[in-house]
């Protein structure tokens, strides 16, 4: 092509000025209209319906996959509880999809386990190539809709990951089209979603993100009704956080507990607070906390305690715990060991014997189980590599119900997802027998 | 049904895809009547499901929705090959490469997690961002630097009406592709000029 000659445009400066007012009057226009900001609105859920302590545990999923990991719960208006979690051949496959199923408490069952997100209809709903799918955390908004947020990957591992919305008016039954959430500016790569999602007091939504590309720290993500994102913060900086789980005490108080992703040694849950309902925040610092570096939940009781679940040990997956702290989230105190497999940890267990202590474990989660030699062999099938075969039990998700009873749901060996139900009568109970526990 | 801001993004990398075409030496040889011909068809290709997304979704997938400062750019960069003339004074696509480097080589770092600043947060409403970005342009028009007045105004323009899929102005303003471009032109530029000594600036 010959040198182009010269330009269209060499006048037109009136014409640029008004381009410029009108673009800057409806910016500020939009500028105005924007939500001021909220506080939080504290759950402050009563005792239990009964007063006769209650500790069941079951499991949700059925083994239809191979792989299950990261569950989450949210409550439904007839008082079931649903809930979602990651399910397929392994993670980052492409035949991952989100999985569901519902536990109605009279019956004390799970039932109807079935997708509710996969890669292809991801992918059709926001027109754009989709590679994997990962974890999922629903929550009501404040229109009484379910949200559901989960993760999705265009390109590259999990730092390539942003995350997708889908909406239901039905308790679950359908879902709108997915609408993915641009929160960051970078090919909108690096946010995945973990912690339980809050109201503020204005029916806007606060969902805790973490940002993991090229560093790895923790976001707080501002939706509005509409489910459009309306503000970001940052919970911390650097390179060694993740997951934040946001911890309401009051409108102005909360406590943030992080995963530490860091490599300095001890390995603690970080935690940050704001007396300000979040317009500042505390730098993080080490709890007293011990973790692996993996996923915990929590909830506020209605008396200002913190109830987290989390692998309270530094080294491994296999040790998961309740405790519980009156000081938020200063000093803490082990309510009970849910799982324990402390003879294992760098000691791998050859196959026969992986097998014949997960069948045990299995029985005794579930009396109702069938075959819980078959899942033990589904568990092996996950967990028994080269050197050996061990136990995770990660990934705990944590609510407290209208009725005041706790759901906590977990990963169980990669294979399953375990269900605990109990109640503040047993809690209490548990606490009363812990008071001289082991202080962390 | 399909949301305008899916139209707006599959409309964006179509743009993109088809704008690298002239690019190529076989096709710049062409005459304009027969470049535009074929940009016209390379569309609608990129815009055909071929599978189950055409491929500007998987475009959009990987780079996400453009800018309005790359739009403008993008067709600013087709315009001559199909009409034998530029549509603004190179100078004014100097000035703007330039603030665009600046602005990425400072931005970007932040809002990836260096430091607690977060400027990206600003691009959700912040009436204080607005007024800097309003000085800025300007700034700019007295300066008869037009581009860059436009690209600014018509990105909070675009923004207000929610034309991309994104709720924040930043993702209006810049995105890392014509980060990249800018900074790649802007250091060509001063290699150039360093070597020629004066040597004038391609963006």
């Known amino acids: ?440 | 049904m399909i949301n305008v801001t899916d139209l707006t993004g599959l409309a964006g990398a179509t743009l993109a895809l088809t704008a690298s075409l002239p690019l190529a030496p076989p096709i710049r040889r062409l005459k304009r009547i027969h470049i535009g011909m074929l940009m016209g068809a390379a569309a609608i290709v990129v815009s055909a499901p071929i599978g189950p997304l055409p491929l500007a979704a998987y475009a959009r997938g990987w780079f996400g929705d453009l800018s309005v400062t790359t739009n403008v750019l993008l067709v600013i960069g087709i315009f001559p090959h199909l009409s034998g003339r530029r549509l603004v004074d190179r100078g004014q696509e100097t000035a703007i490469c330039r603030l665009v480097a600046v602005t990425a080589l400072v931005f970007y770092p932040l809002a990836l997690g260096l430091g607690p600043f977060d400027p990206y947060r600003l691009g959700y409403g912040s009436p204080w961002f607005l007024t800097g970005l309003l000085t800025l342009a300007l700034g700019a028009w007295i300066g008869r630097f037009h581009l860059i007045t436009t690209c600014i105004a018509l990105a909070v323009l675009a923004h207000a009406m929610a034309w991309n899929e994104s709720t924040n102005l930043w993702d209006y303003l810049l995105d890392p592709l014509v980060s990249i471009y800018a900074i790649f032109v802007v250091l060509s530029g001063v290699v150039r000029a360093v070597a020629r000594s004066g040597g004038r600036d391609a963006c």
């Open chain 1, 1 to 440: 092509m010959t040198e182009p000659a010269g330009p269209v445009f060499t006048r037109g400066r009136t014409l640029v000025l008004v381009i410029l007012l009108v673009g800057f009057g409806a910016g500020f226009v939009k500028s105005f209209e924007r939500a001021p900001a909220g506080f939080f609105q504290p759950r402050s859920i009563g005792g239990a319906v009964d007063a006769k302590p209650r500790f069941e545990t079951r499991f949700v999923s059925g083994g239809e996959t191979p792989q299950t990991h990261a569950p989450s719960l949210v409550e439904l208006n007839d008082g079931g509880v649903r809930a979602f979690w990651f399910a397929g051949s392994r993670e980052g496959a492409k035949d991952v999809e989100i999985h569901t199923a519902v536990f109605h408490p009279a019956r004390a069952v799970w039932r109807g386990e079935s997708p509710v997100a996969s890669r292809a209809g991801t992918q059709r709903s926001l027109l754009r190539y989709i590679r994997k799918l990962g974890n999922p955390v629903a929550v009501r908004a404040a229109n009484g809709q379910i949200r559901l947020f989960y993760v999705t990957v265009s390109l590259g591992g999990w730092g390539g990951s942003s995350v997708t919305m889908t909406t239901s008016a039905d308790d679950g039954k359908t879902w709108t089209p997915a609408r993915r959430l641009i929160t960051t500016p970078f090919f909108n790569l690096g946010t995945l979603v973990k912690g339980t999602p809050f109201l503020y007091d204005d029916g806007t939504l606060g969902v805790p993100v973490y940002h993991e590309m090229i560093g790895k720290f923790g976001e707080l993500l501002r939706l509005d009704k509409t489910g459009a994102v309306i503000d970001k913060q940052r919970l911390s900086s650097g390179n060694d956080s993740l997951q934040p789980v946001v911890l309401a005490q009051s409108d102005r108080n909360a406590t943030v507990l992080m995963r530490y992703a860091g490599k300095q040694p001890p390995k603690r849950v970080l935690r940050v607070s704001t007396d300000d309902a979040g317009q500042h925040w505390s730098h993080p610092e080490k709890s007293a906390l011990s973790n692996p570096g993996a996923a915990l939940s929590g909830v506020v009781l209605a008396d200002g305690r913190v109830l987290v679940a989390l692998n309270d040990v530094e080294g491994n997956r296999d040790q998961l715990s309740l405790v519980a702290s009156r000081d938020g989230g200063v000093t803490w105190k082990t309510v009970i060991t849910l799982e324990n497999q402390p003879g294992v940890r760098g000691h791998p267990l050859d196959r026969a014997r992986y097998l014949e202590t997960a069948e045990a474990l299995a029985r005794d989660s579930d009396a109702t189980l069938s075959d819980p030699a078959g899942h033990a062999r589904a568990a092996a099938a996950q967990m028994c590599r080269g050197a050996g075969c061990g136990f995770e039990f990660s990934y705990p998700y944590l609510i407290q119900a209208r009725n005041g009873e706790f759901h906590l749901v977990y990963t169980w060996n990669r294979s399953f997802i375990k269900h605990l139900r109990f109640n503040q009568a047993w809690l209490d109970q548990r606490s009363g027998e812990t008071g001289n526990d082991q202080r962390h």
